[in-house]
C-alpha cells in the first residue's frame, strides 16, 4: 500500500536535518518494500519568506492528505519582530490544530554511551526511560479569549485563558494510560489542582478513567514538585500525563536530564494516528548552515513515525539500533561530543547511520 510522507524542512538547521533523516528513510523504504512517497512544503519562517504566510493553504492541503508528516523546526531571529499571528511558529500551531495532534508524545531516553552526557550524577539517570504525554491542542495554548486590551484607567492588559473541555482532557487520559499499559504500567498525571480549576476537574477526569484502566498505576502530582522530582529523583517515572503548557516546560527539562536534547525526537498524533514528527529541539539559528547540527533526533523522529503512523516496527527498530550502533562507534556531533571520541558532521552522522542500516 503506498502510502505519502510529507518533509517540512523549516528554518534555521531544519533543512539539514531533515535532509539526513530524508536518506535515511529512503534506504529503509528500499531495504523493507515500504512504498513510501515523499513530498515537501514550506513552513515556518522560509513559508514566511516566499508566500508572506507561515502556513501556506498549499502546505496545509498536503498535510491533511499525508499519511505522516517529518518536521525539522520553525523560527529565528529574523522574523521575531513580526506580530504574534504571522510568526513562523504559528505554522507549527497551526498544523497541531488544523489536523488535532492532540497528543505529543515525548520520550527521554538516557543512552548508555552518552551517560556522561547528563549534568546530573549517572546513578541518578542512569537507565532513565521516561515518556511525556502533553495534550498539544488545547490549553493556555489556544484558549479564548486572548489578547491585549485598553483598561478604562488607561494601563493595557495581557491576557490569555486556560480552557479544557471534558472531552479534551479525556481523550489524552486515554492515550496516557494506553500508553502505561504498554510499558511500566505507571502514570503521574501533572496537574495546579491546589489552584487552578480547569486542573481540579482535569484531576477528577483522570480518577474516572483509571477505573477503564486496572493494570497502571495512577499517581497526581503538582507541577512545581514534578520540576523538582525530575531533577532529585527522575527514574520514579515511567509515563507523565499534563497539559499543554506544563507538558512543553516539563519535556524541556526531561530531555535535558538525557544530556542531549539533539538525540530526543517527539510524535504529535490525532486520533486517525495520522502523525507529526519532529525532533524535540529547535532550530538553533546560531549553529544553522554550518553542517554540525546533530540530526540523530530528525532521524529518530522518523523511526517514531514508522511504529505509530505507519505500522512498520521492523523497519523503526532497524533505524534505532543503527542509531545505538553509530553512538557503540564513538561517533558523535558536537553537542554529544565527549573525550576520546570522534567527532562528526551532520551529514557524516547521517552517512553512519546509512552504513549501519
Ligand atoms: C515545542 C516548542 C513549541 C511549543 C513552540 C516552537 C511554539 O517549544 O514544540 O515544545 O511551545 O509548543
Ligand atoms: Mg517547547
Not at 113 to 136: C, F, N, T, W, Y
Request: with cysteine; aromatic share 6%.
Amino acid at each position: 500500500m503506498s502510502r505519502t510522507v510529507l518533509m517540512l524542512p523549516g528554518d534555521g538547521i531544519g533543512p539539514e536535518i531533515v535532509a539526513e533523516a530524508e536518506k535515511v528513510l529512503n534506504r529503509v523504504n528500499e531495504k523493507f518494500s515500504l512504498d513510501l512517497h515523499f513530498e515537501s512544503a514550506l513552513v515556518g519562517g522560509a513559508a514566511i519568506d516566499e508566500t508572506d504566510s507561515p502556513l501556506p493553504d498549499e502546505t496545509l492541503s498536503k498535510a491533511e492528505k499525508a499519511d505522516a508528516i517529518v518536521l525539522g523546526a520553525v523560527g529565528g531571529p529574523k522574523w521575531d519582530s513580526l506580530p504574534m499571528a504571522k510568526r513562523p511558529e504559528k505554522g507549527l500551531l497551526g498544523l497541531r490544530s488544523n489536523l488535532e495532534l492532540f497528543a505529543n508524545l515525548r520520550p527521554a531516553i538516557l543512552y548508555p554511551q552518552l551517560a556522561s552526557a547528563s549534568s546530573l550524577k549517572p546513578e541518578v539517570v542512569s537507565g532513565l526511560d521516561i515518556m511525556i504525554v502533553r495534550e498539544l491542542t488545547g490549553g493556555i495554548y489556544f484558549g479564548q479569549p486572548r489578547g491585549v486590551r485598553n483598561l478604562e484607567h488607561g494601563e493595557r492588559q495581557g491576557y490569555n485563558t486556560y480552557a479544557y473541555t471534558e472531552s479534551e482532557i479525556r481523550r489524552i487520559g486515554r492515550v496516557a494510560f494506553e500508553t502505561a499499559q504498554q510499558r511500566g504500567k505507571k502514570l503521574c498525571s501533572v496537574d495546579k489542582a491546589n489552584v487552578l480549576e480547569v486542573t481540579v476537574m482535569w484531576r477528577e477526569i483522570m480518577e474516572d478513567l483509571k477505573r477503564e484502566y486496572p493494570d497502571v498505576e495512577l499517581s497526581h502530582m503538582y507541577v512545581d514538585n514534578a520540576a523538582m522530582q525530575l531533577v532529585r529523583a527522575p527514574k520514579q517515572f515511567d509515563v507523565i500525563v499534563t497539559g499543554n503548557m506544563f507538558g512543553d516546560i516539563l519535556s524541556d527539562e526531561a530531555a535535558m536530564l538525557t544530556g542531549s536534547i539533539g538525540m530526543l525526537p517527539s510524535a504529535s498524533l490525532n486520533s486517525q494516528k495520522q502523525g507529526m514528527y519532529e525532533p524535540c529541539h529547535g532550530s538553533a539559528p546560531d549553529i544553522a548552515g554550518k553542517g554540525i547540527a546533530n540530526p540523530l533526533a530528525t532521524i529518530l523522529s522518523a523511526a517514531m513515525m514508522l511504529r505509530y503512523s505507519l505500522e512498520e516496527e521492523e523497519a523503526a527498530l532497524a533505524i534505532e539500533a543503527a542509531v545505538s550502533e553509530v553512538l557503540d562507534q564513538g561517533l558523535r556531533t558536537a553537542d554529544i561530543m565527549s573525550e576520546g571520541a570522534t567527532r562528526v558532521s551532520t551529514r557524516e552522522m547521517g552517512d553512519a547511520v546509512l552504513n549501519a542500516l
